[in-house]
């Protein structure tokens, strides 16, 4: 609301808001960027899939592990330092990759990208909720739209980039992050910032909470899903480059939409342990589908779609749960669960293509069903421990937060 009373539109924001914004998408790009070229990269540099699929684990590997130190860094150095060297650190490591000739080198410069990515997305939405006009409802929207166009454009842009060369996504992800980083550097304002160290044993401390501990170990096995559909499913659609990103762009709105509107639509007529107990079911049943589907690309691809349905559901509960589970600060709890979330995320990709390799195609889309239904699992016997979760409402400055944190998986 303005001064007067009218409201403020979510769209009419200052500049430093807008520049931290288009860094976000170009940031979350990166997710999905390397899916349309992983059998390029394979063809071209003589790898393995299971060496192609160590692009995805050194990543989120990196990232998860720099979730636990961001804050206390970025609680010293300030916001826009912390945003800046995230910027760099991708912008550098993007550069490297796009120049690297063997995939042992593209992986290592792929574990410098996390840790930009650490860095930057640690710290992004905080700057937004502090600059964006309206209030924090208006950044937690800014920051899913950047989110839901990231996840999408990423896999698109690197199949149209794809088709020149493999290494066209990767020059394409340079060129963008430095204008973020010129965007930023140029338009944030952070003015007198008040900064509260935070003990660097905090997100350690925060998994010893039970609620935190059960919604951490579910989301590793989630991640597991979450990441054999998104890593390892391009290779046996048999695609090219254009047709990858074209099935993963659908498969990137797909997600979008249901995190945006649909989940809190679903939370209104149910507790958020109720759905995720609906909803990751459902999901390993439509992981089991395409496991007997896998020899028909088609029906493949429907099932990617459906699946990113299912996980833009189960992001944002997820994500809320994180944040009503303690009475912890949200961006520590959130950072703790999402070191351990991201171990689900490293391992599957690398664990898929080896299964794929020694029985069928299809037996990584069961490995992936068993783990969300192990997932489920948890959730259930530790639905006690995760009561505070079903009786509180999120508060909307703090979803900010752990938004966050929690959706950049």
């Given at each position: 609301?303005?001064?007067?009373?009218?409201?403020?539109?979510?769209?009419?924001?200052?500049?430093?808001?807008?520049?931290?914004?288009?860094?976000?998408?170009?940031?979350?790009?990166?997710?999905?960027?390397?899916?349309?070229?992983?059998?390029?990269?394979?063809?071209?540099?003589?790898?393995?899939?299971?060496?192609?699929?160590?692009?995805?684990?050194?990543?989120?590997?990196?990232?998860?592990?720099?979730?636990?130190?961001?804050?206390?860094?970025?609680?010293?150095?300030?916001?826009?330092?912390?945003?800046?060297?995230?910027?760099?650190?991708?912008?550098?490591?993007?550069?490297?990759?796009?120049?690297?000739?063997?995939?042992d080198a593209v992986?290592?410069?792929?574990?410098?990208?996390?840790?930009?990515?650490?860095?930057?997305?640690?710290?992004?939405?905080?700057?937004?909720?502090?600059?964006?006009?309206?209030?924090?409802?208006?950044?937690?929207?800014?920051?899913?739209?950047?989110?839901?166009?990231?996840?999408?454009?990423?896999?698109?842009?690197?199949?149209?980039?794809?088709?020149?060369?493999?290494?066209?996504?990767?020059?394409?992800?340079?060129?963008?992050?430095?204008?973020?980083?010129?965007?930023?550097?140029?338009?944030?304002?952070?003015?007198?910032?008040?900064?509260?160290?935070?003990?660097?044993?905090?997100?350690?401390?925060?998994?010893?909470?039970?609620?935190?501990?059960?919604?951490?170990?579910?989301?590793?096995?989630?991640?597991?899903?979450?990441?054999?559909?998104?890593?390892?499913?391009?290779?046996?659609?048999?695609?090219?480059?254009?047709?990858?990103?074209?099935?993963?762009?659908?498969?990137?709105?797909?997600?979008?939409?249901?995190s945006v509107w649909?989940?809190?639509?679903?939370?209104?007529?149910?507790?958020?342990?109720?759905?995720?107990?609906?909803?990751?079911?459902?999901?390993?049943?439509?992981?089991?589908?395409?496991?007997?589907?896998?020899?028909?690309?088609?029906?493949?691809?429907?099932?990617?779609?459906?699946?990113?349905l299912l996980l833009?559901?189960?992001?944002?509960?997820?994500?809320?749960?994180?944040?009503?589970?303690?009475?912890?600060?949200?961006?520590?709890?959130?950072?703790?669960?999402?070191?351990?979330?991201?171990?689900?995320?490293?391992?599957?990709?690398?664990?898929?293509?080896?299964?794929?390799?020694?029985?069928?195609?299809?037996?990584?889309?069961?490995?992936?069903?068993?783990?969300?239904?192990?997932?489920?699992?948890?959730?259930?016997?530790?639905?006690?421990?995760?009561?505070?979760?079903?009786?509180?409402?999120?508060?909307?400055?703090?979803?900010?937060?752990?938004?966050?944190?929690?959706?950049?998986?």
């Open positions: 609301m303005s001064a007067h009373g009218a409201p403020v539109s979510v769209w009419r924001q200052p500049a430093q808001v807008w520049a931290v914004a288009f860094a976000c998408v170009i940031a979350f790009m990166g997710i999905g960027l390397v899916d349309p070229i992983l059998p390029a990269i394979a063809a071209s540099l003589d790898a393995t899939p299971v060496e192609t699929e160590l692009l995805f684990t050194s990543y989120l590997v990196v990232t998860g592990v720099a979730m636990l130190f961001t804050s206390w860094l970025s609680s010293r150095i300030g916001t826009k330092p912390t945003l800046l060297l995230g910027l760099g650190l991708i912008v550098v490591f993007a550069l490297l990759c796009a120049l690297s000739g063997s995939v992986i290592g410069f792929r574990a410098g990208w996390g840790l930009g990515n650490a860095l930057f997305i640690s710290t992004a939405l905080a700057t937004i909720v502090g600059a964006a006009s309206g209030g924090s409802a208006a950044a937690i929207i800014l920051y899913e739209a950047a989110l839901g166009l990231g996840i999408a454009i990423g896999p698109l842009l690197g199949g149209i980039l794809g088709e020149i060369s493999w290494r066209g996504p990767f020059f394409g992800v340079v060129a963008l992050m430095a204008i973020g980083f010129v965007a930023v550097l140029v338009l944030l304002r952070t003015g007198d910032e008040k900064r509260t160290p935070v003990p660097l044993s905090a997100p350690f401390r925060a998994l010893r909470r039970p609620a935190l501990a059960v919604l951490a170990i579910a989301a590793l096995f989630y991640n597991i899903g979450f990441f054999v559909l998104l890593a390892y499913s391009p290779f046996p659609l048999g695609f090219g480059a254009m047709g990858i990103g074209l099935t993963f762009f659908g498969w990137g709105v797909a997600l979008a939409v249901t649909m989940a809190p639509l679903m939370l209104r007529w149910m507790p958020r342990s109720t759905a995720m107990l609906v909803v990751l079911p459902l999901l390993a049943i439509d992981l089991l589908v395409a496991a007997l589907v896998v020899g028909s690309p088609g029906a493949l691809v429907a099932c990617i779609i459906v699946g990113g833009g559901l189960m992001n944002t509960v997820l994500t809320e749960s994180v944040m009503e589970a303690t009475d912890l600060p949200r961006a520590v709890a959130s950072s703790s669960y999402s070191a351990v979330r991201f171990l689900g995320g490293a391992a599957a990709p690398p664990i898929a293509a080896a299964l794929a390799h020694a029985f069928t195609a299809s037996v990584p889309f069961v490995f992936a069903a068993v783990s969300v239904l192990i997932s489920a699992g948890v959730i259930l016997l530790g639905r006690r421990a995760l009561a505070r979760i079903d009786g509180r409402e999120a508060d909307a400055a703090e979803q900010a937060v752990a938004v966050l944190v929690g959706d950049a998986a």
